[in-house]
């Protein structure tokens, strides 16, 4: 009797101890389903389904942000240079002279938010909430510590970065204004791009992108306010810059305050995980000194310009706004590249990562070239917004012919570029990057310039350079092979 009774017993309790596995396992694969609803929200699931349609639902938005972004930045060259009641030529190239420093700065905490991105990512991939939590708080702080030490650091300098450029001195004292009111915006200015790496990480790309959207219409208005009403020049455009970049900070802030998203900002939470942040360092600051290089490279490239004098400043300028938007077409691909690369290489799914750089590649070739067509076609216009002098049209059109044969290098170099960095490999490129544009930019104006002293000279530089960085990057591609080493290790 006793016996049947423990028996009995027995099967009972093996019986609630199957069920409650079972409860368990249902519990927990919920929870993993909640971890990631960002993707089911937004429709955008990068670890499921075709790729092909969601890329371009993921860098558009992105490619969209960036081109707004632009065209907003544009404008302080457009009501400078049609408002202003000094000499317009002057304010243009004095906004343009600082284009240069302005993109070594933000390309390099640009590449260190691409980082947060990636570990943001591959933390969702492996559906480990703790970590993505630590990585988004980690580059909160991260961008506010950054933009203020920038500030100081550029303050104490900036008079020399522009001694460096050879600005004409009709202009020196313009940029100097507009350099140093730009400066004190840096904490605002990197804290909206981390903000927008993180809601990238998790496919929304489009919440960046209004926000953007309402802080550009803002810097225009304020742009016109300032110059019109006020009758100030670049210093008007520069406090214009400052507070609409400060508005969509705040905006995107409050929005991760708000979302009960795996990103979720707590502002009692906020500190520098030590972890994340050696992780985020890792890839990121790589990526940002390879972004960086090419802001050092032109750099080197806008002081040969400026010594051209005041009119080819104010050419390159205008075209440089405007052969930006095919760039941020392309570029947007890569981030797609990066971010879909990520979440798959987290979730172990390394075949999915091949599929990815494929498409990406596809893709972004017909996106761009669509969108240089466009700009050729309506070239002469466009550079009429920004100045309607005829030697200026002139002189940027034939900085964007250029630049535009030199694009297919920049998309294959960008986004294979891209696909490394997901898999966190993000030294190489960086090398590479080194070499192939800043090495080969300085070498050219140093000994080639003097021979020939022309804007067309200049212009040169660009497809010899990209073309050789392109190849280089093909080759640590080859060499490298991520997706079958990654997989390799994971079978053995």
């Not at 309402?214 to 100030?232: D, Q, T």
Request: charged share 15%; net charge positive.
């Amino acid at each position: 009797m006793s016996d049947r009774y423990n028996e009995k017993n027995i099967e009972e309790n093996r019986k609630n101890d199957i069920a409650k596995k079972e409860q368990d396992a249902q519990i927990l694969t919920d929870a993993e389903q909640k971890m990631v609803p960002e993707c089911k929200s937004k429709k955008l699931d990068m670890l499921h389904g075709s790729i092909w349609n969601k890329l371009p639902r993921y860098a558009l938005p992105v490619a969209a942000t960036a081109i707004l972004e632009q065209l907003f930045n544009a404008s302080d060259l457009a009501v400078v240079g049609n408002f202003s009641s000094t000499d317009r030529t002057v304010a243009v190239a004095a906004v343009g002279a600082n284009s240069s420093i302005i993109s070594l700065i933000l390309n390099l905490f640009i590449g260190i938010a691409l980082g947060a991105n990636v570990v943001i990512a591959t933390a969702i991939g492996r559906k480990n909430q703790e970590e993505v939590q630590r990585a988004v708080h980690t580059s909160i702080i991260m961008s506010i510590l950054g933009g203020v030490l920038i500030a100081i650091l550029g303050e104490l300098v900036a008079s020399h970065l522009l001694g460096m450029l050879n600005i004409p001195d009709d202009v020196l004292p313009s940029a100097l204004m507009y350099l140093r009111i730009y400066l004190l915006g840096m904490p605002v200015i990197l804290l909206y791009n981390f903000e927008a790496a993180i809601f990238r990480s998790i496919g929304d790309t489009k919440v960046p992108l209004k926000a953007l959207t309402m802080s550009g219409i803002l810097n225009v208005l304020l742009n016109l306010f300032f110059v019109i009403v006020f009758k100030m020049t670049v210093n008007g455009v520069a406090i214009a810059t400052v507070l609409s970049n400060a508005f969509s900070s705040l905006l995107l802030l409050q929005k991760l305050m708000r979302t009960d998203r795996m990103i979720h900002v707590d502002l009692k939470a906020l500190k520098i995980d030590r972890c994340s942040l050696m992780r985020i360092l890792k890839i990121g600051l790589p990526a940002g000194i390879q972004s960086a290089v090419f802001a050092v490279a032109n750099i080197i490239i806008q002081a040969a310009i400026n010594s051209l004098g005041t009119v080819v400043i104010a050419a390159s300028s205008a075209a440089y706004n405007i052969e930006i938007i095919a760039y941020d077409v392309f570029s947007s691909f890569s981030q797609a590249c990066t971010t879909f690369v990520g979440q798959n290489f987290g979730a172990g799914q390394l075949k999915r990562c091949r599929k990815v750089l494929l498409l990406s590649l596809l893709e972004d070739f017909i996106a761009t070239a669509t969108a240089i067509a466009l700009i050729l076609v309506s070239g002469h216009a466009l550079l009429s917004i920004f100045n309607s002098d005829p030697d200026v049209i002139a002189i940027g059109y034939t900085r964007l012919i250029i630049i535009f044969a030199a694009y297919p290098f920049s998309m294959l170099y960008d986004v294979m570029s891209g696909y490394l960095r997901g898999f966190g490999i993000s030294m190489a490129p960086a090398i590479l990057t080194t070499l192939g544009i800043c090495g080969v930019r300085i070498a050219w104006i140093q000994f080639v310039f003097p021979t020939s002293q022309t804007f067309e000279t200049i212009m040169a530089a660009y497809p010899l350079s990209l073309s050789i960085t392109a190849l280089l990057i093909f080759i640590a591609l080859m060499v490298c092979r991520p997706s079958r080493r990654f997989a390799a290790e994971t079978h053995n």
